[in-house]
């Protein structure tokens, strides 16, 4: 039950009449899709770069992202942080998380068969999953809001929260800040050279563990932005909050062409925008919206399996 | 030896069955139901040890398949007024509504149809291969429990069924589950268990050996989506209510849980972790009510250990607990017996 009333406090964000859809509406509706696509995109960063590096789908992303939200929400309610310090730990906190979950649970099965790294992976997510409801607990509790993003500014006859026009903003400037750091830094050189093949850039004397250490880091950093700013719009937390955004940023990741950062980003966009919009102008499928985007992956894995930037990569025998 | 085999096989399913008529007596319905579930996670993790085990397809869309053969079960077995009672909101759609089947067909055309779906799946996405299919196949499984929350006047939505018939008993459960086992391993030790084991260990040098890779994938998602959807049934049966909640990713979890813990590949693993995990789901419901009395009970501490459990034999004891041996009565006679066997030519 607790699902449904959470979709219903949700709906009327994206709502908003279906029957008369003025040039306003679709504004708003666009505007909204493009912000709830910004996060989808931020957080399909944190997949693309993993399975680029380790050929992996890290299931435990989604969790990670909860985490990021039980720590700010934490860092405000209980030890009564300001909201922009409690953010910055709860990036940081996030970040060492990732890096925790990599060493444990990916790095000693490294070299195992694929399906072994895949199931540690899904018991990773679960077990973040039973601790988040054992020490946060299961009821949903509220994200406290914040005035300068959860404000409404007014635009012609529609309100639209600040948070609207935030989101895409702190986006794109962290994707910019990403690819300096991937192309111009020499740890991005040598995450792009670990990607490229492994174990040749540990010949070249590049130090694979911690640049693994190092992409979980920043993957589940921009994964605690996400989840932050998504605390901030959808305010009810909950401990499985993460798995259906994990699943929809995988599927983001897919559909830009997986290892891909840019293909990511647009990704995101495509999911969030499309989602919105389907609601938007279709409502009396709303209940099918999270149907969407599997159908999306299915029909993209099956006429262009390395999504919409990938490379196509050919079998080794 | 053949002739010895046979007999004690025959002598183990009447000592089972001897079990079963005394067990349907002298134990307490709790008891029952425990036992009824371990049996109906034999039937599961079985058919999903064909797929991920046998043929190598990482496939997490078993509640799906589940969630097909349970309503599908439910819809055919459940009277008339009950589902009037149940379709409140909307009625049910025209024949199924006055249909009322016997548990047995019931069960087989929910496994049917949920081989059905999995053909339909599986065609298209059999084509991917490792965590493509994995995620792909999870995809189904929701679609499918968002198509069965939508669809009122089929299968009641968000309320789901309630007041099913509770047929399931100990004779179903371990019956079907006997014929389950059965059938697995005769499939794997022929012709078609050695192409899907080919298909497993590599697909290129299965293919070039004259294997349709195509044809026994499939045939192996049906296969095991079928026992899914008989098992399935039984579940809803066993239960008496169910809802689109059910068959969520936790379900799948178990079942692989069960699997990776059992060993991937070996049914007597399979049958062994289906009792051992099922028990101690139950025992372990200690750990979620207060253990000292002035600390607070932390509800799903049990699920961290199942959590912790399943990465630690993934992390550490990767064939789990039988890798990919089977049981059988040689092998345990030899054991038993103090002069070395097969010395010379006697066997």
Same mark, same amino acid.
């Given at each position: 039950m607790r699902f449904i009333t959470n979709a219903k406090r949700r709906r009327p964000t994206f709502n908003l009449g279906g029957e008369h859809m003025s040039l306003e509406m679709f504004f708003q509706h666009l505007a909204n899709g493009i912000s709830l696509g910004s996060l989808y995109a931020l957080i399909a960063i944190g997949y693309t770069m993993v399975y680029g590096i380790l050929r992996l789908i890290n299931f435990a992303h989604g969790d990670i992202f909860m985490m990021a939200v039980y720590f700010a929400f934490f860092g405000i309610i209980t030890f009564g942080m300001p909201w922009y310090l409690s953010f910055i730990v709860a990036i940081v906190v996030t970040g060492v998380l990732g890096i925790t979950v990599e060493s444990l649970a990916y790095r000693p099965i490294r070299e195992a068969p694929r399906i072994s790294i895949l199931i540690s992976a899904i018991g990773a997510s679960y077990l973040l999953e039973?601790?988040?409801?054992?020490?946060?607990?299961?009821?949903?509790?509220?994200?406290?809001?914040?005035?300068? =993003?959860?404000?409404?500014?007014?635009?012609?006859?529609?309100?639209?929260?600040?948070?609207?026009?935030?989101?895409?903003?702190?986006?794109?400037?962290?994707? =910019?800040?990403?690819?300096?750091?991937?192309?111009?830094?020499?740890?991005?050189?040598?995450?792009?050279?670990?990607?490229?093949?492994?174990?040749?850039?540990?010949?070249?004397?590049?130090?694979?563990?911690?640049?693994?250490?190092?992409?979980?880091?920043?993957?589940?950093?921009?994964?605690?932005?996400?989840?932050?700013?998504?605390?901030?719009?959808?305010?009810?937390?909950?401990?499985?909050?993460?798995?259906?955004?994990?699943?929809?940023?995988?599927?983001?990741?897919?559909?830009?062409?997986?290892?891909?950062?840019?293909?990511?980003?647009?990704?995101? =966009?495509?999911?969030?925008?499309?989602?919105?919009?389907?609601?938007?102008?279709?409502?009396?499928?709303?209940?099918?919206?999270?149907?969407?985007?599997?159908?999306?992956?299915?029909?993209?894995?099956?006429?262009?399996?390395?999504?919409?930037?990938?490379?196509?990569?050919?079998?080794?025998? | 030896m053949k002739k010895r085999n046979l007999i004690l096989t025959l002598t183990a399913i009447v000592v089972l069955l001897l079990f079963l008529l005394i067990a349907d007596k002298a134990f307490d319905s709790y008891v029952l139901?425990?036992?009824?579930?371990?049996?109906?996670?034999?039937?599961?993790?079985?058919?999903?040890?064909?797929?991920?085990?046998?043929?190598?397809?990482?496939?997490?869309?078993?509640?799906?398949?589940?969630?097909?053969?349970?309503?599908?079960?439910?819809?055919?077995?459940?009277?008339?007024?009950?589902?009037?009672?149940?379709?409140?909101?909307?009625?049910?759609?025209?024949?199924?509504?006055?249909?009322?089947?016997?548990?047995?067909?019931?069960?087989?055309?929910?496994?049917?149809?949920?081989?059905?779906?999995?053909?339909?799946?599986?065609?298209?996405?059999?084509?991917?291969?490792?965590?493509?299919?994995?995620?792909?196949?999870?995809?189904?499984?929701?679609?499918?429990?968002?198509?069965?929350?939508?669809?009122?006047?089929?299968?009641?939505?968000?309320?789901?069924?309630?007041?099913?018939?509770?047929?399931?008993?100990?004779?179903?459960?371990?019956?079907?589950?006997?014929?389950?086992?059965?059938?697995?391993?005769?499939?794997?030790?022929?012709?078609?268990?050695?192409?899907?084991?080919?298909?497993?260990?590599?697909?290129?040098?299965?293919?070039?050996?004259?294997?349709?890779?195509?044809?026994?994938?499939?045939?192996?998602?049906?296969?095991?989506?079928?026992?899914?959807?008989?098992?399935?049934?039984?579940?809803?049966?066993?239960?008496?209510a169910i809802d689109p909640l059910m068959f969520r990713f936790m379900l799948t979890f178990n079942i692989l849980l069960i699997i990776v813990l059992g060993g991937m590949g070996s049914v007597t693993g399979t049958i062994i972790s289906a009792f051992v995990v099922t028990i101690a789901q139950e025992a372990l419901r200690v750990l979620d009510e207060p253990i000292i009395a002035s600390i607070p009970a932390l509800p799903g501490l049990r699920m961290v250990v199942f959590s912790v459990l399943l990465m630690v034999v993934v992390l550490f004891f990767r064939n789990g607990l039988m890798g990919t041996r089977e049981f059988s009565w040689d092998k345990l006679i030899s054991k038993l017996s103090k002069k070395p066997l097969a010395k010379g030519g006697t066997k």
């Open positions: 039973n601790l988040a409801i054992v020490i946060f607990g299961g009821r949903p509790k509220t994200f406290p809001q914040v005035g300068l =993003f959860t404000n409404m500014v007014k635009i012609g006859d529609v309100h639209i929260q600040m948070l609207t026009f935030i989101i895409p903003v702190v986006t794109v400037v962290l994707l =910019f800040v990403l690819m300096y750091l991937i192309n111009k830094t020499k740890s991005g050189m040598a995450m792009r050279a670990v990607s490229k093949d492994v174990e040749t850039a540990g010949i070249m004397g590049v130090d694979v563990n911690r640049t693994i250490s190092f992409t979980f880091g920043i993957g589940s950093m921009l994964a605690a932005v996400g989840g932050i700013m998504w605390g901030l719009k959808f305010p009810s937390i909950l401990p499985l909050m993460g798995v259906m955004p994990g699943l929809k940023c995988f599927i983001a990741a897919v559909i830009g062409g997986i290892g891909n950062i840019t293909g990511a980003v647009i990704g995101g =966009f495509i999911l969030g925008v499309g989602e919105i919009l389907l609601v938007a102008f279709l409502p009396e499928l709303s209940g099918y919206r999270d149907a969407f985007a599997f159908i999306l992956l299915i029909a993209i894995l099956l006429f262009r399996p390395t999504g919409i930037m990938g490379e196509k990569i050919s079998e080794k025998v | 139901r425990i036992l009824n579930l371990c049996a109906i996670y034999t039937i599961l993790g079985l058919s999903m040890n064909l797929i991920n085990g046998f043929t190598g397809l990482f496939s997490l869309g078993h509640a799906g398949f589940m969630a097909v053969g349970a309503y599908t079960t439910a819809l055919l077995t459940m009277s008339v007024t009950t589902k009037q009672m149940n379709f409140f909101m909307k009625p049910l759609i025209s024949p199924l509504d006055q249909v009322v089947w016997p548990f047995l067909p019931s069960l087989i055309l929910a496994g049917i149809l949920a081989a059905v779906v999995a053909i339909l799946i599986g065609a298209p996405v059999l084509r991917l291969k490792g965590d493509y299919l994995a995620i792909a196949t999870l995809g189904f499984a929701e679609i499918i429990r968002v198509i069965f929350t939508n669809t009122q006047s089929l299968t009641n939505g968000a309320l789901g069924l309630k007041s099913i018939p509770v047929t399931t008993n100990l004779f179903w459960s371990f019956g079907i589950a006997v014929f389950t086992i059965f059938i697995m391993v005769s499939l794997i030790n022929s012709s078609y268990g050695r192409a899907f084991k080919a298909i497993r260990e590599d697909e290129v040098a299965a293919e070039s050996m004259g294997i349709s890779l195509f044809r026994h994938k499939v045939l192996s998602f049906a296969i095991g989506a079928f026992f899914a959807g008989v098992g399935g049934g039984l579940l809803g049966n066993l239960i008496g």
